[in-house]
């Protein structure tokens, strides 16, 4: 009987020897799942970028008005949670 798998890897470890009984269920093989974990953390770095980038922390979709360098300390001092070096948020 073939045995199909829904996704690829390598094999980490072999729970079953041949020729033995198996029950429904039973785990046969484990896959290795670093490169997934890897994938994945590449992926939420990826998402906390993009939030970042299109204003996340709670400010996602509001206007940015670009700030010299030269105003941000005073710009900070107003909204501290919202400015940042650039740029200051309005609102």
Do not use: I
């Not at 729970?15 to 670093?34: I, R």
Request: proline letters at 4%; one cysteine or more; aromatic letters at 4%.
């Amino acid at each position: 009987m073939p045995v199909l798998a829904k996704v690829g890897g390598y094999v980490k470890t072999v729970n079953v020897n041949e020729n033995d009984h198996v029950k429904a269920g039973q785990l046969l093989v484990q896959l290795d799942d670093e490169d997934y974990r890897v994938r994945l953390q590449q992926a939420q770095a990826d998402l906390a970028a993009a939030e970042a980038t299109a204003g996340g922390g709670g400010f996602s979709g509001q206007a940015q008005a670009q700030v010299p360098e030269r105003h941000w300390p005073a710009c900070r001092a107003r909204r501290s949670d919202r400015c940042r070096p650039g740029q200051c948020q309005q609102g």
